[in-house]
Every structure is written in structure tokens, then in C-alpha cells.
């Protein structure tokens, strides 16, 4: 009759507090929100929590954020029901931030493997994706609908140099955590953080420093560029 309960995520309680004062009236439609650093003290907890949960509320139609503004209570109390469906994919799907957590620790060492180990022809092969790749996001600030199709290609391009490290064990791992990049949430956010002015040629650069590095056979080079990438990407995803 019952399901057993879990506790929930931090992100997704901050969700609740705020769908409640929205739906008790205390917070009101046009009404802004304290800014990250505020609301991580007030709800005593990280700012990657409050960044997960704004993005949250913003896919559940709550929060609007506008840029250089702050984010805005879009609803009143008479419409601040969640979407249900969303709100049950939101629940399954994995925190952003400890799908971030996993990559920073399991990719730099899977690069400086794929350095020692990747064939001549794996090498060309991630030559030849990282090409596709950056000029994936070179047409993206031309033609906005390719941003689904580089991030496609930029999760199979992490998942190549994955494989490149010939550790099945490490492998199996890395695949399960790369497939949580397609859900909802993480898409959300790293949406927002390619909209960021000048990340893509950033990114491009640093994922041809990371092949370069491995197909150089250069395995602390490689471990040190992947680790600056994904830092790279706590910034923008979770630092602002």
C-alpha cells in the first residue's frame, strides 16, 4: 500500500519551502528572490544546492531568471501547483552537482589512461570528434537549434576518452554517469552554462588541449586538462 521514503534531496526541498510561499501568498508573482549567496545562508546550505534548485523551479514554470537581473517569481498563489509529471522526473533524476562531484574524480584519471593506452586509430578517432564537436559550437551562436546536437556530441566525446582508457571497470562506472548527463535537470543547467558569453570557444579550447594531450601521449598533461575542464564547468554550472 505504501512506499518506503528516502530522504530527499537537499535542492528539492528548497523547492518545496518556496512552492509553499508561493502558494501561501508570501511570495507573490514579479516578487525577486534573494540573490544565491543569501538564499544559500538563509536555507543553510551550498550554493550548487541553490543553483540546482532554482533551475528546478524554473523548469517547473515557478522561477523566472533574467539575466544580469536576478530570479523572479513568475506565478501567484491561484496557479503555483507544480507540474506533476515534471516533478516526479525531477525526483528520479540524479543532483547535477554529484553528477559534477563523480566526473571531476573519475575523468582526469580515464585521460591520463587514455594517454598511456588509446591505439593510433582511437587517436584519430577522438581527433576526428573533438573536430566535429568544436565546430558543432561554432554554429551555435549562429544557428541556436545545434546547441542539443553539441551536447550530444561533447557527452560522446567524453564517453570515447573513457573508453581510450581501457579500464572496464572504470568504463562500466563512467558509462553510468554519463548517461545521467541526458536527464532533465543536468541538460538545464548545462544549457545555461553554453548560453554563457565566450564559453563555448572556452570549451573549445580546452577539449583540444585534452585530446592534444592524450594523443601526445602525455599522461599528466591530459589528467591536468581534463581536470581544468570540468572545473571550468563548476564555475559556470554552480560558481557564477
Known sequence: MFEQVRPQKFFMQIVTQIRKSIADGALKRGDKLPPERILAQEFGTSRASIREALSALELLGLVESKSGQGNFIKVDASTASM??????????????????????????????????????????????????????????????????????????????????????????????????MKETHWRALKLKGIATPGSLPRYAEEHAGVVEAICAGKAEEARAAMRRHILALRADLFDE
Open 83 to 180: 507540474d506533476g509529471e515534471l516533478l516526479k522526473e525531477l525526483l528520479k533524476d540524479h543532483s547535477p552537482y554529484e553528477i559534477f562531484e563523480s566526473r571531476l574524480e573519475l575523468e582526469p584519471v580515464m585521460a591520463a589512461l587514455a594517454a598511456e593506452r588509446a591505439s593510433d586509430d582511437e587517436r584519430g578517432e577522438l581527433a576526428g570528434q573533438v573536430e566535429r564537436l568544436n565546430e558543432l559550437g561554432a554554429q551555435c551562436a549562429r544557428e541556436p537549434s545545434k546547441v542539443e546536437a553539441y551536447m550530444e556530441e561533447d557527452r560522446k566525446l567524453h564517453m570515447l576518452i573513457g573508453r581510450c582508457a581501457h579500464n572496464s571497470v572504470l568504463f562500466t562506472v563512467f558509462s553510468g554517469v554519463n548517461l545521467m
